[in-house]
């Protein structure tokens, strides 16, 4: 299996600052990423598809960029409703697997 | 816009088979291009892919879970269910229904159902 680790676990940041979160897989996996954002008793919200691509209705605030084994997610302007965990996915190789996830709480 | 909606009992006695269900309202789930799927994430771990199915029944699923695991679907009633047999504690989860979206040889997952907490306890 792929294994994904995110960094950090957990981040505190304030209203308006630019956060990037990174996500590193156990070997390449081209641009075969997602990102998604999860809420506490919310249905988890993709935001990022193939690495770099924007998901449909999602704020241009969030960004993905990378390829291989290294990838990060990029809040830029931090709103009040950002404040969430995020999590990355392999889609390279079954099985599907999930970064530990980063949370993002409010300083 | 689609919705998808977890169901089923929220304690399962150790050794006892988990059973939920899925249903999918605000689109087919019969559509060629997606594949459905259930993801579990146990208290305070990440989340884990469990398996995927095809309108049509294909299936994959997680290895380390597949001796255990049945994914079904039933396309007149625009559901699919999960089972899950001889539980532990260590299948004490949310676990969410989701819809697998792909292009070319991307995949992802585009809907979620907001999950529902299953307690494995005698």
């Known amino acids: 299996d792929i294994q994904m680790t995110q960094s950090p676990s957990s981040l505190s940041a304030s209203v308006g600052d630019r956060v990037i979160i990174t996500c590193r897989s156990s070997?390449?996996?081209?641009?075969?990423l997602n990102w998604y954002q999860q809420k506490p008793g919310k249905a988890p919200n993709l935001l990022i598809y193939a690495a770099s691509s924007l998901q449909s209705g999602v704020p241009s605030r969030f960004s993905g960029s990378g390829s291989g084994t290294d990838f990060t997610l990029t809040i830029t302007s931090l709103q009040p409703e950002d404040f969430a965990t995020y999590s990355c996915?392999?889609?390279?190789?079954?099985?599907?697997?999930f970064g530990q996830g980063t949370k993002l709480e409010i300083k | 816009q689609l919705q998808l909606q977890e169901s089923g009992p929220g304690l399962v006695k150790p050794s006892e088979t988990l059973s939920l269900m899925c249903t999918v309202s605000?689109?087919?789930?019969?559509?060629?291009?997606?594949?459905w799927a259930w993801i579990r994430q146990p208290p305070g771990k990440g989340l884990e892919w469990i398996g995927s199915i095809y309108y049509r029944g294909s299936t994959d699923y997680n290895p380390s879970l597949k001796s255990r695991v049945t994914i079904s679907i039933d396309t007149s009633k625009n559901q699919f269910s999960l089972k899950v047999s001889s539980v532990t504690a260590a299948d004490t989860a949310v676990y969410h229904c989701a819809r697998r979206a792909y292009s070319g040889s991307y995949y992802w997952f585009d809907y979620w159902g907001q999950g529902t907490l299953v307690t494995v306890s005698s």
């Open positions: 605000g689109g087919s789930i019969s559509g060629t291009t997606y594949y």
């Open positions: 070997q390449s996996i081209s641009t075969y």
């Open positions: 996915q392999q889609s390279n190789s079954s099985p599907y697997t």
